[in-house]
């Protein structure tokens, strides 16, 4: 892509008086002075800067701006990768502060989970309605204030229903964070889809090593004093990146054309977005797999503490989880562009299924600990392959619409699992966390087996 010290107003006249001095038949030499000066002076008419906002021709403000909305999409997944990985080492700590058992501990996911659903099912109007930058600043306040009835230690009831505004703002943030970047993207994709969810990674895992501290503290919900930290940051730069505009102007503003207009009506996007099986597939393999996800981080600290006789210190174990997850997002990308994105889910899904049984079935607190590592890289590059996927599969004007589907489906994931986990908990104990994930691995493969291969595949 050519920048701006390339369209010299010299080269132009110079280029167009090259052309006027080429000989043809039949014209005197008189027509092609006529001719060059026409010429010339139809180039010294052109103005440069108008050169520069066309679509498509990057200048390097445009690039800089692309790279801040980047950084601030990343900041969005670093704040959701943070709130998914905080909760699973304050379990012990809540249940023991609010004196209740797993069923009721749960219902944190329920609330969250019903949320989340609520998200997905009014992103596409919203984002419509508002335009994204106002959905996603308004979302993260929306966490902000929930946040901050957390950090006082409210009574329960009040804490729960907290968590289901979590939820809210959290389907919001990782959706729009995927829809903008499988929308409006300047370089590679993937590389790009695997930075942004190593980011949620390195959040997930850094938030660990918070809770796991403040969890043996007096005041111990001063931990989401930190959340709230990160969403000032986090919507001081979404405000100052976005402007409360929408995405057809940030993709305008970067030197990109705006994403394809999709239908006037409301309704007719949902209609043509809810016709493809494909969209369905992989809204149902995102829910899934952020099921797993979440799940094995939430509960994995109880699960090493009840059954492998873990200490306090044992909430590290879902850091090396989430730190598992943000590398291999990141260090395998070589491997899934060599062996192919399509083979090297199954490839991935196969390992982490492996390593689980290991954890099931070797009584062992340092194997267990490595290994629930190593299901975190291998589980990582899934989320960020499927959806890239889904960009260079879906038709293009229902790009926006399907992955913001998919993705809210994936937020919605993370509430029914570790819920449905505790509620397998409260009747049968925390053994069933690897039996759960081992089954739910196994449907993994299955659904990615049903997904099209190409764009033609959905047209035909």
Aim: with cysteine; hydrophobic share 50%.
């Amino acid at each position: 892509m050519p920048s701006l010290p390339s369209l010299t107003m010299e080269k132009v006249v110079a280029d167009a008086d090259e052309k006027a001095q080429t000989p043809t038949s039949a014209t005197s030499e008189s027509d092609h002075k006529d001719s060059g000066s026409s010429s010339s002076v139809r180039a010294a008419s052109v103005d440069v800067p108008e050169l520069q906002n066309q679509p498509g021709v990057l200048t390097p403000a445009m690039r800089r701006k692309a790279t801040m909305q980047f950084v601030t999409l990343c900041c969005s997944m670093f704040v959701a990768g943070w709130n998914d990985g905080t909760l699973g080492p304050l379990l012990p700590r809540v249940q023991a502060e609010y004196h209740v058992g797993y069923a009721v501990v749960s219902l944190i996911f329920v609330v969250s989970c019903v949320g989340a659903i609520l998200g997905s099912c009014t992103f596409l109007y919203l984002f419509d309605r508002l335009g994204y930058g106002l959905v996603v600043v308004t979302a993260s306040v929306v966490m902000m204030v929930a946040y901050s009835l957390l950090a006082a230690a409210v009574p329960f009831p009040v804490f729960v229903v907290a968590y289901f505004f979590i939820g809210l703002g959290n389907s919001f943030l990782n959706s729009g964070s995927n829809v903008f970047l499988a929308s409006v993207s300047v370089g590679k994709a993937a590389t790009r889809f695997g930075i942004l969810h190593g980011v949620y990674g390195l959040g997930a895992m850094t938030s660990p090593l918070v809770s796991t501290q403040l969890a043996q503290q007096k005041h111990w919900s001063f931990v989401y004093l930190s959340h709230i930290g990160l969403l000032v940051i986090t919507v001081t730069m979404q405000i100052i990146t976005f402007r409360f505009r929408s995405m057809e102007a940030c993709a305008l503003e970067i030197g990109l054309p705006p994403p394809e207009k999709e239908p006037d009506s409301l309704l007719d996007r949902y209609k043509r977005v809810f016709r493809l099986r494909v969209v369905h597939l992989m809204a149902f393999f995102a829910f899934v797999y952020v099921g797993v996800e979440v799940s094995t981080g939430s509960w994995i600290v109880t699960y090493i503490i009840n059954l492998r006789h873990g200490g306090p210190s044992s909430g590290y174990i879902s850091s090396g989880l989430f730190g598992g997850i943000m590398v291999g997002r990141v260090a395998l990308l070589p491997l899934s562009k060599w062996i192919g994105d399509r083979r090297a889910i199954f490839v991935y899904i196969l390992a982490a299924l492996g390593l689980e049984l290991v954890v099931w079935l070797v009584p062992s607190l340092i194997a267990d600990a490595i290994c629930v590592s190593f299901v975190g890289v291998f589980l990582g590059p899934l989320f960020p392959i499927m959806t890239n996927h889904a960009g260079r599969i879906l038709p293009p004007d229902l790009i926006s619409g399907g992955v913001g589907w998919i993705a809210s489906w994936g937020a919605a994931g993370a509430a029914v699992f570790p819920f449905v986990t505790g509620a397998i908990a409260s009747k049968t104990g925390i053994s069933a966390l690897q039996p759960l994930v081992v089954s739910l691995l196994g449907v993994l493969i299955f659904t990615w087996a049903c997904v099209p291969r190409s764009r033609k595949q959905i047209q035909g």
